[in-house]
């Protein structure tokens, strides 16, 4: 049922291309996964997810749990069809929100006391928790319960956090175990920025036997050469027979060279996000609609681009519509930047496949430079 | 260039069935255009409006005018080109807007003093203004600038708008004349709920030749009834061989009745800002679908409807994505809700032309009732 092929490995770097396949289909890796919070992508309908080439979306059990409930999304036939998509869906546990949006109480080895962010209703999460909530949502594949650290932590912060994310491993999965015919899991490594810590929490994960591993706790703040360290040592001790997905990745540069360092998977709301505020990617960086450079600026986006805004619309009424606050403006900019950061991981793939990833790595880096 | 045919009539209403020729494209009548006042039909692609069966939208003058420009609009190609829609346009001369929008300064038979909503900036508008901002925006049929009554107002009142309607029906007829092989102009009754204005003003708009009729100054506050009595009335008026636009109107009731009296065209924000608060059309009625009955409810919102949100999601879904805040919702309501007031339209022409539409009229209301 869950199958992970790597099919080609670059010569010079860690990068990798490979399937992964689920019981809604295959997925190509490299691949960028986008967010899909509370049932739905934020802005597009599921067949525009399909058109700007999404193979797999997240769903986020805490979000669901809490909205509409968890016993909803169960009642509907799962999340697919609930939210009407047939591909494959990732749920994260609520590890990560647990820490960046309830009002927290208590955190022991037990689980976490906290308080839903949406009408502070008293909610206790364990991995026991997370895994029936998944299990209910039915998502192709779940992850762990686990602890992120935050950015900075000191190290002992950080090892107690790397000992709660094993002990919650061994629950997750015991947990999940009825479900492995349906539901794959995925193991989460912690450890901040500590290369002991992260080495120690790769091996500690690994030997498990989970489906794929997660790379959490990166992308929380620290400097990218920080997260670049952390990947480069789990490159060498993360099984390479099993799909790596880094946890709330989504800016270009960085998707680009945690591919040259062996991650397979990616999610992160920033293309989403950044379109409803009107910031577009660019293979020349990213640019911000609202600039009054673009008021007759009669061309498209992006021309490289073959998404349904770059295709029909130009940037002077993108700023239009960004101006007069139209949800249309929204709608294009994140369908295009979507399109931009799928578009990317396959380009990633198609370079890995024909043996050209480290020339394509270089013209990237060449070219993208944020506009200021 | 333009051209209006009426191909069946019923024996038993006023009711017609039509075709309006256009440099863009035939309309055919009765039809309900959506509503684009900032060149985009609220959370809407040009796609998605010629998938719900939209032939025909409006701008607004006033609008395009203030932001981004009516000259940036030009400078595109013309508001068919800016915002990438290949269909008929009707542009308001921006005169209802003067009334409901702008702060108001100065009004005399000269125009109207007033300054802009968006920053404040004065604006002086006129027939002269407004033929030459429709101009520039391209668009295949302009209205006059009139002076809408609210309602209430005195008689007297509301006769000085009609002789000051009919004063700027002259000007913006002399305004828009070298035009008058790329675009339609239509004129404009007013006249409150007063017979002998209403009356009044459709023999002087009427005798000056305009390609069409507008009615204005309708679906301002005034009863159901009293906008039905001005109905009747125009009918017996106004030229039975030239199209008649009863503008503001969207509730499907007075949809009905005022095809009943011999009215071609409609336009409303209603079925889009109403989609935008999660009302939805329905034949039984209007709902709102934040109810919390809608919560477990996994049935489309109209079975008998063929849009993309009744094809494909329950309302559980869709309450779930409009408690959520999530910008879905608005598209998927709106999408519903053109579909829904287009193919009422679409259902009334085929009444008539199966000569049918008495029974459609009386089994319309027979359902129709919006929820409590």
């Known amino acids: 049922m869950f199958e992970f092929r790597v099919s080609a490995v670059c010569a010079k770097t860690g990068a990798r291309a490979g399937v992964l396949s689920t019981p809604h289909g295959d997925v190509k890796t490299p691949v960028f996964m986008p967010v899909g919070t509370a049932a739905a992508v934020k802005a597009m309908t599921p067949d525009e997810l399909e058109e700007v080439g999404a193979e ?9 749990y809490l909205r509409p409930g968890a016993d909803v999304v169960a009642e509907a036939g799962g999340l697919h069809s609930f939210m009407s998509w ?35 209703a008293a909610l206790f999460m364990s991995p026991e928790w997370a895994m029936e909530t998944q299990g209910l949502l039915g998502s192709d594949i779940a992850m762990c319960f686990d602890q992120c650290s935050p950015y900075p932590c000191s190290h002992d912060e950080a090892e107690r956090g790397v000992e709660r994310t094993t002990l919650w491993a061994a629950r997750s999965m015991a947990a999940w175990e009825k479900r492995r015919d349906k539901q794959a899991l995925f193991g989460i490594v912690q450890g901040s920025v500590f290369p002991d810590l992260r080495m120690r929490s790769a091996l500690e994960i690994a030997e498990r036997g989970f489906v794929g591993h997660g790379i959490g706790g ?15 040592l789990l490159n060498g001790v993360l099984p390479e027979d099993k799909p790596r997905y ?14 040259a360092l062996g991650v397979d998977m990616f999610d992160c709301v920033l293309p989403t996000r950044d379109g409803r505020t009107g910031t577009l990617f660019t293979p020349s960086g990213r640019i911000n609609i609202k600039g009054k450079r673009y008021e007759r600026d009669f061309t498209p986006v992006d021309p490289e681009c073959d998404c349904y805004l770059c295709r029909n619309f130009t940037r002077a009424y993108l700023r239009h519509l960004y101006k007069s606050g139209e949800i249309l403006s929204a709608r294009l900019c994140t369908m295009h930047n979507l399109r931009f950061t799928i ?7 198609e370079a890995i496949t024909a043996g050209e990833f480290p020339e394509f790595r270089r013209r990237f880096h060449e070219r993208f430079h944020d506009e200021r």
Chains 1, 2 share one sequence.
């Open 56 to 64: 797999i979306i997240l769903g986020n059990a805490y979000h669901l």
């Open 86 to 120: 047939r591909l494959p869906i990732l749920t994260d546990s609520g590890g990560f929100q647990v820490f960046s949006l309830a009002a927290l109480g208590k955190v022991s080895d037990d689980g976490v006391s906290c308080r839903s962010h949406v009408d502070g």
């Open 218 to 232: 990166l992308s929380v703040g620290e400097p990218h050469d920080k997260m670049y360290e952390m990947l480069s």
């Open 246 to 259: 880094l946890m709330g990745v989504g800016y270009p540069p960085n998707i680009v060279e945690a591919v």
């Open 343 to 349: 578009r990317l991981a396959e380009q990633a793939r």
